[in-house]
């Protein structure tokens, strides 16, 4: 009696830990993929409508807004002198770092191998590559003579000139470039497994046969292909990780490299690197949670655990950001430069200042209240609505970084606050565009690295030794 | 015969023929214009990116400066000053740069044209022949006694035309009239010298040779007589010659762009300009140990307290003012436009005479006459207007005739012009843009451009020498539009009789060289000649003609010899505020048709586009008014709806307003763009019959609307706005 | 054929305490009345368009020159800052020309001035950012000129269309006429033979333009003098443009 009691909790030990790791509750590997077919293939009329509106949006809002302004000029927009940026550039720092989430989950992680990661790599690195589409339409937006823009890359040309070197544009354009080709590469990859997989899943004489059938390369899951794809993932984990670092620094020496108050700082790299993450993350939870609530079978791959790890993740990013917030900021202070002084007093006391303040509860005070909690950073929903707010309140300290302390310089005379115009249009386009791409995604591309999930699957097992249950993980690769 | 006809003398005939044609063009009307060609076909004359520059004469006031105009193929590209010319020396004002923009201006009016009911805008296009005609008839077919001309205060050439056309024609004299010379009291000023000096002249303030100046509301850098040559002055005064540099007082309830530029500014109660004048006359005979009639019976501490200038500043200034090497006192603007502003510009001017400075260098002088003027002459004062005015609601005025001047726009509205103008029989408008008298005009005949005019300006102010400033066409005339003078010399050919008599020319430019015939083996010239063709020529040439000999005359006349009685201002209405109307530094009194005027930002408010009342801020706050609110601003005479300004730098009790804006006509660019104070202006005058517009006692409420104004300023970096530093 | 790229210099390349450039201008502040011909003057010279009530209240205007002033104290003390006229200062070590990234604003090494070349301008606005005397304008629309304005505008002068960054060229088309008319006549442009159009303009000739590198010129002496300053100085821009205090 007393054995099988004892039985009974081992066993319900057992059954717990199964529940709670998708590592550890694996399935037939036909059926899990079967699941990921159809979680591909369910589609709802619900998602049509949204599909169809979020079209119109990216129709009407980003490229018939920007075909306006191309036609009239940035007149039509909120840009003005002092503030010349705006939120074009606004825009393109916010979505640069969302980027930056899919490299840091995907590739960081990968190479320290936190098996969490497992089930939402993916997802992630999707992010990266529609961000910075996004990004790139942003940045593109902004310039005056945007059928020009072919002048800014280095390619031979009857002007006989290259582009300016010394100018952080230009190196901006080159990091962005590199990263949108590396992380398109990093994530095509592995994928490359799973379009095999969907390849021999789709009936023949279809249209996404064929797609398929290209995208995948003829891969078979011989013993050398595995060997090179994993040889090649491991080169573009680790190789990517720099790229990625470099990027946002580089984009925040726009800043950085200038001569403003305010924009001078040295810190800035580190400090927008953190920033990225941070709204990074933020937008991979409000993904997993819509990906889990929506799509079929998804509560099997994606679970409490994690959410979990990513809330841990979230947090200690956030305590990042206050650091090099409050370190930049101290700085700054400190250095007491009276138009540095003055732009400081503009933050928190100018007609903007509930945006300062707002920056500082959603990026700090609201992620260490909530996600201090193991039990409440668990959940979806509220990990949702922390990524989102955090997403404000990043996308609102890109604000304060630019239209307003652009309205602070060494000229009082010419101080003047900045009213958007049309490039909020053109940014509502940019979200559109980012979750239309999203979600045209999901319908053609397992979402889930499913030969990840089994991969770790097999590596885990639970050991039962006497009366305690464990985990097992065999070493892998 | 072909035959015969060789090489040599087919050259032979050629040369003769061209030479035949140089000669029969050279000499005709033709080439007094200089033609417009596209730049793809040009002439063979004009070199390729090879400018021609025409002297001329800059027509946006009547300073007369002289203007030398940049032209490619025809077309005028950029205006600069005559280096030669004495009131200018190669200097141009804001107003002088834009006036490419009335030129070129897309709202000109093209056609002869007859409106088919006044103010209906309905015009249709006549041709010359029958405008001529129309002029004729009302010439020759009207009682002379009822044909008015009214006349802006430039070009004189045309004014002398049409003096010896209303002489011919037995009408009464031509009547000039112009808004800046009613705000800057030229009327007033005239006869302040009359009644001191005996002579009524031009008086002439040397800033240049001066160390101190105290300028009694003289808005001498802005819009006041001759800005460009004060601001020449002014500058030297400032670099000091042999003073080191010299100092500029300046009295007036607003900081004005003028006293923005002084080292002490000091905000007088509007009206007690003459006591405080008399105050400082007492002291500063006091500290120079000279006991003077003029001053002697002066109260300081009563003038203290009325003006709001403490006893220990005016003993201040009263010993400043005596110590000085070259003080000078100038009168003007806004002080003079009192009850009392006769008697303060007698109080200032006899200031001069206390510290020696009558006829003195850095003191007062008076100007020459130009050359072939015989006396002083001034527009018409507000008394005069108001004249002319009940003559024409008495129904006495059968025919009217209009030239470069907006008197529906620039007179008080409270005079009733526009009413005055239904009794009116036939009004002719000889403007060049469409403003608000031409569109209550029956006929419409368009003069040229100054700049495609000829003409020649007598230089009243700002210059030592005797200056007559000669205009001539810089490029042709861009529409269809034609000297008023031509207009008069055809009409009076053709009425014939003792009027084509009076007036044999052929055209305007003959009618121009009968007067400069007055002029050749003038001695002392800038240039001479033997005859008229050669002296037009130079005239031409040279953008007129002048003396290069100084000739500013000293005044005389026992000043201080009687006690100066300054009587207190009345002002006019009710209302807790002071009006004080200022003309818009940039804009003068015609300029809110150019795009680029408007464009330009006020120096003092950095207004761009608009117009606007200035308020203390206290003031404001007390209102309950903010910057951009509309206020309603109601005087005895109107009301008018305004923009707040709050301004740092006016009397808490006055509210300051800029003209120049506030057109119902005018082109795209004027119409309908702010407010204009003249709607708010009485019919009080002083003693000179000036009106006395600064006089004026205004209520000011709230509307309730906002309207933004365009400024270049940062509200937030220049008064702390939104930062939390409100002042 | 092949077609050889290279990176101009953008910058100059002065040692301390060498002379600074070479056309120069000195603004005496004293006896600026603040009375905007030199803005009117420079608009017309330089086809520079109006914009209109709202652009220009909303800090578009497009003046290649301003007057800026301030105002100490409060009433009845107060006192308006002397005028200031701010117009690019041909920086000699300037903000703006490093960071642009089509090289469409340049360091002339034979001028010693800084250039904005309109046609390679892509509309990045970073110069202007960079700006610290932010004196730059940037063409946010097409701006109309109605009939026949047109006709106003200088031949020698590019008219910029929407989406290039303008400024201040010390009327660069001025100085290569000189120069031509000059070398026509085999010699040098000698010390005020011409004049930017807002020095030709000023009725008080508070500005003062020429050759800085000529000790000898009107300029040298006025910015040589005690009452020189360079406006932000402490950034170490070398600025030609020297405004002279309050006498």
Not at chain 2, 513 to 533: H, M, T
Request: proline letters at 5%; a negative charge.
């Amino acid at each position: 009696m007393a054995s099988e009691k004892h039985n009974d909790h081992a066993h319900d030990h057992a059954a717990h830990l199964r529940e709670k790791h998708l590592m550890l509750d694996p399935l037939p590997r036909g059926q899990m993929n079967d699941m990921v077919m159809e979680s591909m293939r369910a589609t709802s009329w619900k998602f049509w409508v949204v599909f169809g509106v979020l079209s119109v949006i990216v129709a009407v809002f980003l490229f018939g807004a920007w075909g306006y302004m191309i036609a009239n000029g940035l007149g039509v927009a909120g840009v003005n002198r002092p503030s010349y940026w705006g939120i074009f550039l606004v825009n393109t720092v916010f979505w640069i770092g969302i980027s930056h989430a899919g490299t840091f989950i995907s590739a960081i992680l990968r190479v320290f191998k936190a098996e969490f990661r497992r089930p939402f790599t993916r997802a992630a690195e999707l992010m990266t590559t529609f961000g910075l589409v996004q990004a790139g339409f942003s940045i593109f937006m902004h310039m005056g003579r945007v059928w020009l823009s072919y002048w800014l890359m280095p390619i031979p040309n009857q002007r006989g000139l290259w582009p300016n070197f010394h100018s952080p544009l230009s190196w901006d354009l080159l990091a962005i470039t590199t990263y949108l080709l590396s992380s398109t590469m990093y994530l095509f990859l592995p994928l490359i497994p799973d379009l095999a997989m969907a390849r021999d899943r789709t009936p023949d004489g279809t249209w996404q046969k064929t797609f398929y059938r290209v995208l995948a390369l003829g891969f078979r899951g011989t013993e050398g292909e595995w060997t090179h794809l994993r040889n090649a993932m491991n080169i573009f984990a680790w190789a990517i990780i720099p790229v990625m670092f470099s990027v946002h620094t580089i984009v925040s020496w726009d800043f950085a490299a200038a001569t403003r108050p305010g924009w001078s700082s040295t810190i800035f790299g580190p400090y927008f690197i953190v920033g990225a993450l941070h709204s990074g993350m933020g937008a991979v939870a409000m993904v997993l949670a819509v990906i889990q609530s929506r799509m079929k079978h998804m509560k099997y791959f994606i679970r409490g655990e994690h959410f979990e790890g990513l809330g841990m993740l979230m947090l200690l990013v956030s305590m990042a950001w206050a650091y090099f917030f409050f370190n930049d900021y101290m700085v700054q202070w400190y250095g007491g430069d009276k138009w540095t002084q003055q732009l400081l007093h503009f933050h928190e006391a100018g007609p903007l200042g509930w945006m300062w303040f707002a920056m500082l509860v959603f990026n700090v005070a609201i992620p260490w209240v909530t996600l201090w909690n193991k039990k409440w950073r668990s959940n979806p929903w509220l990990l949702f609505t922390v990524g989102l707010l955090i997403n404000v309140g990043m996308w609102f300290e890109r604000y304060i970084i630019i239209p307003i302390s652009l309205t602070i310089n060494r000229m009082p005379f010419t101080w003047r606050m900045y009213t958007p115009g049309v490039e909020i249009y053109l940014g509502i386009g940019t979200v559109a565009f980012f979750i239309l791409l999203y979600m045209g995604a999901s319908r053609l591309i397992p979402l889930i690295p499913v030969w990840e999930v089994q991969e770790g699957q097999m590596a885990h097992s639970l050991k039962t030794y006497g009366r305690e249950t464990v985990v097992t993980v065999s070493e892998l690769e | 015969m072909t035959d015969n006809f060789s090489r040599r003398d087919f050259l032979k005939l050629a040369s003769v023929g061209a030479a035949t044609t140089a000669i029969l063009t050279g000499c005709g009307p033709a080439s007094r214009y200089v033609t417009r060609e596209p730049y793809t076909q040009m002439p063979e004359y004009t070199y390729n990116g090879q400018s021609t520059y025409y002297a001329t004469t800059c027509r946006e006031c009547a300073a007369g400066c002289g203007l030398v105009v940049r032209t490619m193929q025809g077309r005028a590209l950029k205006v600069e000053g005559n280096k030669n010319h004495p009131a200018n020396l190669g200097k141009t004002c804001v107003r002088g740069q834009a006036t490419l923009h009335g030129l070129y201006n897309p709202d000109r009016v093209q056609d002869p044209a007859k409106q088919s009911k006044r103010g209906s805008r309905d015009f249709s296009n006549m041709d010359w022949d029958a405008a001529i005609a129309v002029v004729a008839d009302a010439l020759k077919n009207t009682d002379p006694a009822g044909v008015a001309f009214l006349m802006g205060m430039a070009p004189d050439h045309l004014f002398d035309l049409v003096s010896d056309l209303a002489k011919a024609v037995g009408a009464p004299t031509p009547i000039r009239f112009g808004a800046l010379g009613m705000f800057e009291a030229r009327a007033t000023l005239g006869k302040a010298v009359e009644n001191l000096f005996g002579q009524a002249a031009m008086p002439f303030f040397d800033l240049g040779k001066s160390d101190l100046v105290f300028s009694f509301g003289a808005n001498f850098l802005e819009t006041w007589l001759a800005p460009v040559a004060f601001t020449r002055g002014f500058a030297n005064m400032r670099r000091g010659g042999g003073h080191g540099r010299g100092t500029l007082v300046h009295f007036e309830p607003r900081m004005s762009q003028t006293a923005s530029k002084a080292d002490m500014w000091i905000p007088i109660t509007p009206g007690t300009e003459g006591l405080v004048a008399l105050a400082i006359g007492r002291i500063a005979a006091e500290a120079r140990g000279a006991t003077s009639a003029a001053f002697e019976n002066v109260d300081v501490e009563a003038i203290a307290s009325a003006s709001g200038v403490s006893a220990e500043k005016l003993d201040e200034l009263g010993k400043l003012f005596a110590s000085a090497d070259a003080a000078l006192a100038i009168p003007g603007g806004a002080a003079l436009a009192h009850s009392n502003g006769l008697e303060t510009a007698e109080a200032v001017l006899a200031l001069n005479a206390l510290v020696g400075g009558l006829g003195r260098a850095g003191g007062v002088l008076l100007a020459p006459l130009a050359p072939m003027q015989t006396e002083f002459s001034r527009p018409a004062n507000i008394a005069e207007m108001a004249d002319f005015v009940e003559k024409m609601k008495g129904g006495k005025i059968k025919t009217l005739f209009v030239h470069g001047v907006n008197p529906v726009f620039e007179l008080p509205k409270s005079l009733g012009f526009e009413d005055a103008l239904k009794s009116v029989g036939t009004v002719i408008s000889f403007a060049t843009f469409p403003d608000e008298t031409a569109m209550q005009a029956d006929y419409v005949f368009p003069d040229h451009h100054g700049l495609e005019s000829w003409g020649y300006q007598r230089v009243a102010a700002g210059s030592s020498q005797s200056a007559l400033s000669g205009a001539q066409p810089v490029v042709s005339p861009y529409y269809n539009t034609r000297a008023t003078a031509d207009v008069f010399l055809a009409a009076a050919a053709s009425a014939g009789g003792a009027l084509a008599q009076a007036l044999p020319f052929k055209d305007e430019v003959e009618f121009i060289q009968s007067k400069l015939v007055a002029l050749v083996g003038e001695g002392d010239g800038y240039f001479g000649a033997p005859e008229i063709n050669t002296f037009t020529a130079y005239f031409q040439q040279y953008g007129g003609w002048w003396k290069t000999v100084e000739e500013l005359s000293t005044p005389s006349g026992d000043v201080l010899g009687k006690a100066i009685k300054v009587g207190e201002a009345k002002f006019a209405g009710e209302g807790e505020f002071y009006l004080h109307p200022f003309v818009s530094p940039v804009l003068g009194e015609a300029g809110a048709n150019k795009p680029w005027l408007q464009e330009v930002p006020d120096p003092t408010t950095t207004v761009m586009w608009g117009s606007w009342v200035e308020i203390h801020p206290e003031t404001a706050h007390e209102l309950g008014v903010d910057n951009d609110d509309v206020v309603l601003i109601t005087s005895e005479a109107g009301a008018v709806e305004a923009v707040v300004y709050k301004y740092p730098a006016i009397r808490p009790d006055t509210i300051a307003m800029p003209f120049g804006q506030g057109h119902s006509a005018y082109g795209r660019y004027a119409e309908g763009r702010g407010s204009n104070p003249a709607d708010l202006f009485g019919e009080q005058v002083n003693d000179a019959g000036d009106l006395a517009f600064a006089g004026m006692r205004v209520k000011v409420e709230k509307t309730g609307k906002t309207y933004p104004l365009a400024r270049l300023e940062s509200r937030m970096g220049v008064y702390g706005e939104a930062l939390g530093e409100e002042h | 054929m092949t077609i050889e790229l290279k990176i101009p210099e953008y910058s100059a390349n002065w040692a301390e305490g060498e002379q600074q450039g070479k056309w120069g201008m000195a603004i005496d502040m004293d006896i600026c009345t603040g009375c905007q011909a030199c803005v009117a003057a420079c608009a017309m010279e330089n086809n520079i368009p109006f914009v209109g009530e709202a652009d220009s209240g909303y800090g578009r205007s497009m003046h290649w020159i301003r007057t800026e002033r301030f105002w100490e104290g409060e009433f009845p003390e107060i006192k308006m800052t002397p005028y200031q006229p701010v117009l690019c200062q041909q920086c000699g070590h300037a903000p703006c020309e490093p960071v642009c990234p089509a090289f469409a604003t340049v360091h002339s090494q034979a001028e010693a001035l800084n250039l904005q070349v309109y046609n390679r301008c892509v509309g990045t606005r970073y110069c202007a950012n960079n700006c610290p005397y932010q004196v730059r304008s940037f063409n946010w629309r097409d701006y109309e000129r109605p009939e026949p304005l047109p006709n106003q505008l200088n031949p020698d002068v590019t008219v910029r269309r929407r989406g290039v960054m303008e400024k201040c060229t010390f009327c660069i088309q001025r100085i290569h006429r000189a120069q031509d008319q000059a070398k026509a006549e085999g010699r040098e442009v000698a010390d005020g033979e011409f004049t930017t159009a807002c020095a030709q303009a000023c009725p008080a000739d508070a500005i003062v333009f020429g050759r800085i590198d000529d000790p000898e010129s009107a300029v040298s002496k006025l910015a040589g003098g005690a009452r020189g300053f360079h406006m932000l100085e402490e950034l170490g821009t070398l600025p030609a443009v020297t405004y002279l205090k309050g006498g």
